[in-house]
């Protein structure tokens, strides 16, 4: 069974830095793409960044230049380093993988989220 746990996250003033990860554990063939998603209060599930088992990457129009998403060399391992964040970044934070069981079929699991508020 395929499990995705989020790390990371709090209180932060505006213009500052706060670093989320999420690590996958499980069994798997393969990762294809891990991507943080953001939920804040009253508002749809959007999506922040995404990044594939090829190294591409690409973010919402509202935190480039802002938030990084990158992974660690086995792959398992997501961030998402938020920088200058903004009153309107407060949410809660959710991390996504799609990917492939040993018997090929795909899996899209989701962890269960980390709050970011973002307040003076």
């Known amino acids: 069974q395929v499990q995705v746990v989020e790390s990371g996250g709090g209180l932060v003033r505006p213009g500052g830095s706060l670093n989320v990860s999420c690590t996958v554990s499980g069994t798997i063939f393969s990762i294809n793409a891990m991507a943080w998603y953001r939920e804040a209060p009253g508002k749809e599930r959007e999506l922040v960044a995404r990044?594939?088992?090829?190294?591409?990457?690409d973010s919402a129009d509202s935190v480039k230049g802002r938030f990084t998403i990158s992974r660690d060399y086995g792959g398992r391992t997501v961030y998402l380093e938020m920088n200058n964040l903004k009153p309107e970044d407060t949410a809660v934070y959710y991390c996504?993988?799609?990917?492939?069981?040993?018997?090929?079929?795909?899996?899209?699991?989701w962890g269960q989220g980390t709050q970011v508020t973002v307040s003076s």
């Open positions: 990044i594939t088992s090829g190294g591409s990457t």
């Open positions: 996504s993988v799609d990917g492939a069981y040993t018997n090929f079929r795909s899996f899209n699991v």
